[in-house]
Structures are given as structure tokens and as C-alpha cells.
């Protein structure tokens, strides 16, 4: 599976950006599938954001986006979304789409059960 992570920028505080993740490699409506977004802030470790289970759609968000960050897919264009509204300083990363297999619920937010990465996209809270 090859990702590819789009749609970053400079946004002021209480704005709204949407992330894309492009999938390819043909997997994308498998149900094995697991497909999230992580972040990561200068000098900080990489952390989950929001996940969307392709087995049974249930969707995941850390407690500090939820409310605010909507993830989504497009099976037709094999995208998937990350919606970001009202967003914050402290949201300002890098954002990198990542896919994982046959996931149970516990691993979800683990970074390392995660096989395949985007290269990751810029955001930037500021005004």
C-alpha cells in the first residue's frame, strides 16, 4: 500500500483545513484495513490523532481533537480525510496517513501497528 498526504498549510486560530490521504496499491476498501492519521509537533513524538476501521467503520480520535477533527473515506477515490475545524496552536505538526492490518481495538492508537506511512504534511496554527 503506498499513501501520499496532501492539503496542509498556514491556518489562523479557529479555522479549518482538510487533510487527504491518498491510497494506492488497490487495498483501500479491504476490510483488513485500517486506515489513521498521526501527528507530529517539533521536538515531540509522533502521536495518533484519528483512525477509521474499514471492518466495522468505527471511527477513533484522540481526546484532543475530538469535536473538532472528522475523519472520513471515499471508497470511489480511495482517498481518505481528515476534516479539521476550529483548530488550535497546539495542532500544529506534521500529518502523516498511515495504514494497519487486521488491528483489534487496543492497538488502534499504537504507531507501531501501523505498516505503511505517508510522507507526511505540514500544518501550521498562527496567527
Known amino acids: 500500500v503506498q499513501l501520499q498526504a496532501s492539503g496542509g498549510g498556514l491556518v489562523q486560530p479557529g479555522g479549518s483545513l482538510r487533510l487527504s490521504c491518498e491510497v494506492s496499491g488497490g487495498m483501500f476498501s479491504s476490510r483488513e484495513y485500517t486506515w489513521a492519521w498521526f501527528r507530529q509537533a517539533p521536538e515531540k513524538e509522533r502521536e495518533f490523532v484519528a483512525a477509521?476501521?474499514?471492518?466495522?467503520?468505527?471511527?477513533y480520535y484522540a481526546e484532543s481533537v475530538k469535536g473538532r477533527f472528522t475523519i472520513s473515506g471515499d471508497n470511489a477515490k480511495s482517498m481518505v480525510y481528515l476534516q479539521m475545524n476550529s483548530l488550535k496552536p497546539e495542532d500544529t505538526a506534521v500529518y502523516f496517513c498511515?495504514?494497519?492490518?487486521?488491528?483489534?481495538?487496543?492497538?488502534?492508537?499504537?504507531?507501531?501497528?501501523?505498516?505503511?506511512w505517508g510522507q507526511g504534511t505540514q500544518v501550521t496554527v498562527s496567527s
Open positions: 498511515a495504514a494497519g492490518r487486521r488491528l483489534i481495538t487496543s492497538s488502534i492508537r499504537d504507531q507501531r501497528r501501523y505498516d505503511d
Open positions: 477509521v476501521r474499514r471492518r466495522d467503520g468505527t471511527n
